[in-house]
C-alpha cells in the first residue's frame, strides 16, 4: 500500500494530502512544473536557479565498485554500508547557500547546507522504500538546522 491508496482508505482528500507532504518536504510546490520534463533538466534547472541566488549545489552520486583487487569502495554521502543507505539515501544535489543572520550577528554571513532529491516533473511522493530512504535524509538535514527537500524544479 502506498500513502495514496492509504489517504483514500481514510477518506484524506488529494489536496489535503499533497498540502501535508509539502509541509514534510517530501513534495516540493513547483508553478512551473513541467509534466514531460527529465531528471536531468530539473536538476540542470534546479541548480542554475541555486547559483543564481548564491548558492552551489553539486552533483552527489552515490553507490559502489569493485575494484581490481576484488575490494569495494563505496562513494557518496551517508553511503558508508548496504544497511545505512537502505535506511538514509543522501540527495541528488548537496551544497549551500549563504545566509545573513540577524539580529546578533546583523551582517555576518554563514553557510547553510543545502541538500535536493531531484525528480523529473510528474513526480509525486509515493512513500516507495527508496523515497523514505530519501526523506529520512531530507528530514535529518533539515532537523539540524539544513535547508533539504523534494524538488521538481524550483530551487
Known amino acids: 500500500m502506498n500513502i495514496h491508496t492509504w489517504a483514500a482508505n ?3 482528500s488529494a489536496p ?3 498540502e501535508l507532504l509539502q509541509s514534510l518536504g517530501a513534495m516540493s510546490p513547483d508553478p512551473a512544473l513541467k509534466s514531460g520534463e527529465s531528471e536531468a533538466a530539473v536538476q540542470t534547472r534546479v541548480r542554475l536557479d541555486a547559483s543564481k541566488s548564491g548558492g552551489r549545489l553539486w552533483r ?3 553507490g559502489a565498485c569493485e575494484t581490481t583487487t576484488g575490494s569495494y569502495i563505496r562513494y557518496g554521502l551517508a553511503n558508508e554500508s548496504t544497511a545505512i543507505n537502505k535506511k538514509c539515501k543522501s540527495s541528488d544535489l548537496i551544497g549551500i547557500k549563504p ?3 540577524e539580529p546578533r550577528h546583523v551582517g555576518s554571513v554563514i553557510g ?3 541538500a535536493r532529491e531531484v525528480k523529473h516533473g510528474a513526480w509525486k511522493y509515493a512513500a516507495t522504500g527508496r523515497e523514505v530512504a530519501q526523506l529520512n535524509f531530507l528530514n535529518l538535514v ?3 538546522g539544513g535547508d533539504a ?3 521538481t524544479g524550483d530551487y
Do not use: E, H
Request: proline share 0%; charged share 10%.
Open 60 to 62: 552527489n552520486n552515490v
Open 10 to 12: 481514510w477518506g484524506i
Open 142 to 144: 533539515n532537523a539540524m
Open 99 to 101: 545566509i545573513v543572520i
Open 112 to 114: 547553510q547546507f543545502v
Open 16 to 18: 489535503a494530502l499533497d
Open 149 to 151: 527537500k523534494f524538488t
